[in-house]
């Protein structure tokens, strides 16, 4: 037997042993971090639905049994070349995708939801998920000193190997995402997997007693060194000249914007590829049609002194109804970046519980009697369909008062793909005796619809309205099927499959909007 092949009947030393074990714990870290921050590079594009996630696990799983594959061929047949180099061409590939994310997104854009969502993740991810698949195989055969410990190295890799991926997602989730942003843990993985190439084939070249084995991982390290800057530079927001950016801040749950476009006097507030809130830059007022709608909703019922509004958006809902009727609102939304650029950027200022959290959590805490809910989460390009069933509605019914209303702002078309008004409605029927829908803008087909929820009917008619406003709202009346469509639940709930047209349109929309060079990171 030769220096250069492994001897199953010479144990391996214990140093080798600790880089081996030091190796798929940091490999394992490194797979999940690139799986679980590539939702948060696409998700500004295609939005964070279930075909986003089915797409990435999809190729994870792909990657990693086509690296398990080559890797137990690889590490059977190869001699000078091993470990290190398998690490290094992964880091190089993780360094590789901040870099190409905006050009991948661009060119499967044509594809559609599903499709783009997949192909994306798989030009994306696959190369350097794969490459630390190898890992898995080359550890096993390499502390493997005996046929009949086979069992035993395998275990214990691929358990330590499944530790890494634990710890790197706590760490990833608990802390490294709070504080820096996802290109820039990209960059500092494949920094990592760079240095871990170098020792490893430090090690490699005392072990297969070869001077040369080491040198592919430092030529793969000198390339990544010089592409390292315009990696960098391909995540920086570039110059526009009709777009000021104000606030740009990645958090847990979306990419956080604050956008003014002076020649429209326009103030938009965004989360990943929604527009959640727009104002005016001169005087402030909200500039979304819909809002319009529902800041007549007191008038409907007069009295109405206590709010909830589930979704804060730009903040100027609860301005309205404090303002114009004295209601005291409280306000649920899930991200701390939105709620704190509400009260920076659009002079959001609280009259009741300002609850930052997950709204199904949330609920099951509050106690009753809102007069009024307004829900309004479902605008974007990806829609929290959990916010929107049987089960969620009667939770919300139970916070309201006997003559309280539910208004729920729902996007999409008004004619021709109406599967999804009809569902809306048809749930909301599970729950609720009485149903209005308003259309926002009554001449155009991709719209706002606010549907009005209660046990009592709906009189817009109402002496608090004048003759004006009775006749806005009567020509914004949309006819709701309410036998036609699905009834969403826990357990059944296709809302993201009967909105992919919706989110593709949503999507173009801001592409039109914003350009690619404001849109996409």
Same mark, same amino acid.
């Given at each position: ?11 391996? #030393?214990? /140093? =080798?042993?600790? $880089?081996?074990?030091? %190796?798929? &714990? *940091? ?5 999940? !971090? ?49 470990? #290190?180099? /398998? =690490?290094?061409? $992964?880091?190089?590939? %993780?360094? &590789? *995708? ?5 050009? !991948? ?51 214990? /890799? ?364």
């Amino acid at each position: 037997m030769t220096t250069n092949t492994i001897s199953l009947q010479h144990p391996i #030393s214990p /140093i =080798i042993k600790i $880089a081996l074990f030091m %190796t798929v &714990f *940091i490999s394992g870290s490194v797979v999940m !971090v690139i799986e679980l921050l590539g939702t948060r590079l696409i998700a500004p594009f295609y939005g964070t639905s279930l075909y986003v996630w089915s797409s990435l696990i999809s190729v994870t799983m792909i990657a990693l049994a086509l690296g398990y594959f080559i890797g137990g061929r690889w590490s059977d047949s190869a001699k000078r070349t091993g470990l #290190s180099l /398998i =690490i290094a061409v $992964a880091a190089l590939f %993780t360094l &590789f *995708i901040p870099w190409l994310t905006r050009p !991948v997104l661009l060119a499967t854009d044509s594809l559609g939801l599903r499709s783009g969502a997949f192909v994306s993740a798989f030009i994306l991810f696959l190369p350097s998920l794969m490459m630390l698949g190898m890992v898995g195989p080359f550890a096993i055969k390499l502390s493997t000193t005996a046929l009949d410990k086979i069992g035993n190295s395998s275990g214990t /890799i691929y358990a330590v190997s499944t530790l890494g991926s634990v710890i790197g997602t706590l760490t990833l989730g608990l802390y490294l995402f709070p504080l820096i942003g996802s290109r820039e843990i990209l960059i500092g993985a494949s920094g990592l997997l760079f240095v871990l190439a170098l020792a490893i084939g430090i090690v490699e070249r005392k072990y297969l007693q070869s001077a040369s084995v080491v040198w592919p991982s430092i030529v793969l390290v000198v390339i990544g060194l010089g592409l390292l800057p315009s990696v960098v530079k391909a995540g920086q927001m570039r110059p526009n000249d009709k777009f000021q950016v104000h606030f740009a801040q990645e958090s847990l749950y979306g990419w956080v914007r604050v956008i003014d476009q002076p020649a429209k006097d326009l103030r938009l507030l965004t989360s990943d590829g929604s527009a959640i809130g727009a104002s005016s830059i001169s005087h402030g007022d909200s500039q979304l049609s819909y809002q319009d709608i529902v800041g007549l909703i007191p008038a409907l019922r007069p009295k109405m002194t206590r709010a909830l509004i589930i979704g804060l958006g730009a903040g100027h809902m609860a301005k309205v109804l404090n303002e114009r009727y004295g209601m005291i609102v409280d306000t649920l939304e899930i991200d701390p970046l939105v709620a704190q650029a509400a009260v920076d950027y659009f002079d959001f200022k609280p009259t009741g519980k300002a609850i930052v959290g997950d709204a199904r959590y949330e609920i099951r805490h509050l106690t009753g009697n809102y007069d009024l809910i307004i829900h309004d989460c479902f605008t974007g390009g990806s829609e929290p369909a959990h916010l929107l069933t049987v089960e969620t509605l009667n939770q919300l019914r139970g916070l309201l008062s006997q003559q309280g209303i539910l208004a729920v702002n729902f996007v999409a078309f008004a004619s021709g793909k109406q599967s999804a008004l009809n569902t809306v409605g048809k749930t909301l029927a599970q729950v609720f005796e009485q149903q209005t829908t308003f259309i926002s803008e009554p001449n155009k087909d991709f719209n706002d619809f606010i549907f009005l929820a209660s046990a009592e009917p709906v009189d817009i008619h109402n002496e608090q309205l004048n003759r004006g406003q009775q006749a806005w709202l009567q020509n914004r009346l949309f006819p709701i099927n309410t036998q036609d469509g699905l009834i969403l639940t826990d357990n059944f709930n296709p809302l993201e499959h009967l909105q992919i047209a919706k989110a593709e349109k949503y999507r173009h929309f801001l592409l039109d909007l914003f350009g690619e060079e404001l849109f996409i990171r």
